[in-house]
């Protein structure tokens, strides 16, 4: 289980640029945890600016990062870029801080609303965030997206889907992964989530491509073999 | 020579045409908001729509290798539209607001009704708050008075001229609008607007200062390539090369630069660099078509 609240303070550490006010957790003048009001629309605005304020360069995390967030529960690379990861980060803080069913609303929210980069980083987070489960139905959503992007921001390099989907989303994730020429080994927990139904999902799609001539996924013997 | 075409409605376009437009150096495009050729009933399909321009289509663009920024508004056709009028107006905050929206557009009038006057004035009022500049659409009936208006307005708001790109302009419009410190965009468009003979004198007359053309190319008879084609016949025309480039790359580049969220500096696909080691995109299991008419090896590569 993911604390929130260390997560977000450590997030916020790595981020390389200044954090929106209320998503910091101490006010360091008075030395207590300043009580601020929920404000959905600063919030959104936010959200939206991110990219011009954290910029849009690659992330690279150091050793002590990475060990830092292994600690934390975080044992894969949650974002690739600044802007994604301080995205994250201003979801983590205010998952910790709003009232719950307020978070729900105002993420599913900056998501519909979102631009490509703001969604990408919405589906990173997703596996951070208390009670993950239930943002599986946007999960799903973005497993049917033709954004190539959006797909591959929750097929992989995140935990989220054999976490917490059920078999069949579960088995079109991976069969998508492979019409898309998508790396396997970037689907965390595939191991787990291999199933007699997946298998024939995989073997058909061998036979369809073999009936077109077409090229076969290389990864796809990881699927078949026993 | 690279081309940047600053007004071209990509939504209603194919993949021929992207295609197409690679193949003929096509960059970057500017997609403005419009009216989709009958009435809008919904101000969530608006909604929908906005959604698509930062969204779906730049990604669509990107597969080409094509950089695709838009603008946002309410339109002057539906500003007509009571059912609609004020609840697109009221989105517009939001969506001003996300990083591929670089001006408030296409405003201004289309048959110059009370309506449509008071969210010209609202949406200009709208880009000053949000620092962005506007594209402004001038009618296609009535368009010199049109045009005169439309700068009348202009100048009552406030509004920094340099900010405002007055388009369509035609022989009788662009000395009014150069008169001004406005922009003049020309659409290249067959039958209605200009064509490429007319907008090489109109070179030869009024020079290369503030003039940016583009092919408004939409769901119409219209052609995507107009503006590689303009260039050809100014070069044809016997105007400069660095003229030429100065009204296909650099203007367009510098005025919309001035919302501060044109990011021109990868002109390569949005596309991550955590993806790129996964090849070309796939959209429905198949491959694309091959960028710029380049075979590529069949399937994905994965280096």
Redesign the interface.
């Known amino acids: 289980m993911i604390d929130s609240s260390d997560l977000a303070r450590f997030l916020n550490t790595c981020v390389q640029g200044p954090m929106p006010d209320f998503f910091h957790p101490h006010d360091h003048k008075k030395n207590r945890t300043v009580e601020k009001t929920w404000d959905e629309q600063s919030f ?2 936010s959200f ?2 991110a ?2 304020r954290f910029g849009r360069a ?1 992330l690279f995390l150091s050793d002590h990062d990475r060990s830092e967030l292994n600690r934390l529960g975080v044992t894969w690379t949650p974002a ?2 600044r802007d994604e990861l301080g995205r994250i980060a201003m979801l983590v803080a205010a998952a910790s801080r709003a009232p719950q069913a307020l978070f729900q609303s105002v993420l599913r929210r900056c998501y ?6 703001e ?1 990408r980083s919405i589906l990173r987070a997703l596996s951070l965030l208390p009670s993950a489960e239930r943002f599986v139905p946007l999960a799903l959503e973005a497993c049917r997206s ?4 959006l797909f ?1 921001a929750i097929a ?2 995140n935990p989220y889907p054999s976490r917490y989907f059920p078999n069949p989303p579960m088995n079109h994730l991976v069969l998508k992964a492979l ?5 396997l080994d970037r689907i965390i927990g595939l191991e787990q989530r291999m199933t007699p139904e997946l298998r024939r999902m995989a073997a058909d799609y061998v036979s369809e491509r073999q009936a077109a001539g ?2 076969i996924h ?1 990864d796809v013997w990881l699927v078949l073999r026993d | 020579m690279r081309y940047f075409d600053p007004h071209i409605h990509m939504t209603s376009r194919t993949t021929d045409d992207y295609a197409a437009m690679r193949q003929a150096g096509i960059e970057a495009v500017i997609e403005p908001s419009f009216w989709l050729g009958q009435p809008r009933t919904h101000v969530g399909t608006f ?1 929908d729509y906005f ?1 698509s321009l ?3 289509e ?2 669509r663009a990107g597969q080409f290798g094509i950089r695709h920024f838009c603008t946002l508004s309410l339109n002057p056709k539906e500003a007509n539209n009571p059912v609609v009028a004020q609840g697109v107006f009221d989105l517009l905050s ?2 001003l ?4 929206v670089v001006a408030v557009g296409e405003i201004g009038y289309d048959e110059m009704t009370p309506d449509e006057d008071r969210y010209f004035q609202l949406q200009l009022e709208l880009a000053q708050r949000f620092d962005l500049p506007v594209l402004v659409h001038t009618p296609h009936r009535d368009k010199k008075r049109g045009t005169e208006r439309s700068l009348a307005l202009i100048r009552a708001t406030g509004f920094p001229e340099a900010r405002a790109l007055i388009d369509h302009n035609t022989e009788e419009t662009l000395p009014l609008v150069l008169d001004t410190g406005c922009w003049a965009g020309h659409s290249i468009y067959p039958n209605t607007k200009m064509d490429e003979l007319r907008m090489v004198a109109l070179v030869r007359r009024f020079g290369t200062e503030r003039m940016i053309i583009n092919s408004a190319a939409d769901w119409g008879v219209s052609d995507p390539l107009k503006v590689p084609k303009t260039a050809e016949a100014m070069r044809a025309g016997g105007i400069r090369e660095e003229d030429i480039e100065s009204i296909v790359w650099r203007n367009p580049v510098t005025f919309f630069s001035q919302s ?2 044109l990011d021109l500096c990868n002109v390569e696909p ?6 790129l080691w ?2 070309n ?5 198949q491959t694309t078509a091959p960028i710029g008419g380049t075979p590529t090896a ?3 590569s ?1 280096t």
Do not use: M, N
């Open positions: 959104r605005e939206a600016g990219s011009r690659p690739a870029t519909d609303e979102g631009d490509t980069r969604r033709h954004l190539q992007p591959e992989c390099d019409s898309l020429g998508t790396a077409g090229s290389p | 909604e959604r930062i969204g779906w730049p990604f939001i969506y607001q996300k990083d591929a501060g969220k949005a596309i991550d660099h955590t993806r996964e090849g995109s796939v959209l429905r299991g069949e399937g994905t994965r």
